[in-house]
């Protein structure tokens, strides 16, 4: 198994890059951010890690507009979206 070929994005919480499959991905879509849970919506996506640190983070940066290229993405709907899945691994 070659670990190179595996898909690698960055977390806009913590700028850490890590596996595709390690992360949530975002995407924008009718004006909110919403979960893309097969990572295949098309269009941009923001990758974060599973941590509420991370969460945090992309919050407090406002990471997730920016990485989607969109304006008003609201910090908490973003917060209230990603609670349930942030903390469901604690593993990663
Ligand atoms: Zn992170």
Redesign the pocket.
Known sequence: MNRHHLPVRT?V??R?REQKSHLVRLVWAASKVALDRNQVAPGRGAY??R?PE?LELAIRRRAVGRALRVTGVNSDQVAQLLEPAVGADTSA
């Open positions: 977390c919480g913590c850490e974060l890690h941590r991370c």
